[in-house]
């Protein structure tokens, strides 16, 4: 297997371990209060019949976190999908996400990214979960944990040779920062994830410094009336990726005009069921082209 370009290994500080412990042990059940009241007329139910789902350990430098699992019954050397979370952690929507990749003959994993910091389950406010949560998880952990994943992924009926991410909000961030770390990863998705900002001691870099080390190409899904992600900052990475390594040249973007920002949350009132659906669509398009 490959190891990561030594150039990448500079741009992150040395992972500190957070020696408090784990403060999030398991999943949450159902959804996140902080995410607001629950469309119910509108949320995605994938079953899991034909599936082997629910939550698993992963092994990781310093202990275990929480992951949830879904994939056919039975089968092995399945292409694997890392699923990176919204703020909210991982929650029923994420769980259904993984569930409607494994309906589609992968193994998705999505990985508990917040365990060491806190469960944003228990928080009722955005601005609480950012500023005592989020605020706390260095892109380093991150990186070593999603590493860990598809380390796990691979002992358990994945297929080392396909591997891709996708994440959303939050975790559509993710999904750049790794396709810059990992180069055995094939592809990813970043659902309306940031792509430009300030450094700080947690986030070193960010995705519009790494186009020239992506590993794997990124197609960008985003909304064109999101308020927190200006068009004119796609407009800067679409710059970036110009002049960035080949993987960063193969990336693209779908930019939905009137769609706001989490458009893909279907349990949420941000939900665009259009746009949604699209988005969804060309995300397995993506995948099935490159793994």
């Not at 500190?16 to 996140?32: E, Q, V």
Request: aromatic content about 10%; overall charge positive.
């Amino acid at each position: 297997m490959n190891k990561p370009t030594p150039e990448f290994d500079s741009l992150l500080p040395p992972l500190t371990l957070n020696r408090r412990g784990f403060l999030a042990t398991s999943l949450a059940g159902g959804f996140t209060m902080a995410a607001g009241p629950v469309m119910a007329q509108t949320v995605v139910t994938t079953d899991s019949n034909g599936l082997i789902a629910g939550e698993v350990k992963i092994p990781v430098a310093d202990g275990t976190i929480p992951a949830y699992r879904a994939a056919p019954e039975g089968k092995t050397n399945l292409g694997t999908i890392l699923v990176i979370q919204e703020i909210f952690g991982v929650h029923e929507y994420l769980k259904d996400v993984c569930r409607r990749f494994a309906k589609l003959g992968y193994l998705a994993i999505a990985p508990e990214m917040f365990a060491r910091q806190g469960d944003p389950s228990k928080y009722t406010e955005n601005v609480k979960i950012n500023a005592e949560i989020v605020s706390k998880v260095p892109d380093a952990q991150v990186m070593s944990d999603l590493d860990a994943t598809a380390k796990w992924a691979v002992a358990n009926g994945g297929d080392a040779k396909r591997l891709a991410i996708t994440g959303f909000c939050w975790g559509g961030r993710i999904v750049w920062l790794y396709s810059a770390h990992n180069p055995n990863l094939k592809a990813g998705v970043a659902w309306y994830g940031r792509m430009v900002g300030d450094p700080d001691a947690m986030k070193p870099k960010h995705p519009v410094n790494l186009t020239g080390q992506m590993n794997a190409p990124v197609l960008g899904l985003y909304g064109g009336e999101d308020a927190g992600i200006p068009v004119s900052t796609i407009d800067t990475m679409k710059a970036a990726l110009a002049n960035g390594s080949a993987a960063a040249k193969a990336s693209s973007f779908v930019i939905y005009p009137t769609a706001p920002h989490a458009f893909h949350a279907d349990y949420r009132p941000s939900y665009r069921a259009a746009e949604a659906k699209d988005g969804w669509e060309k995300a397995q398009a993506w995948f099935k082209k490159y793994l």
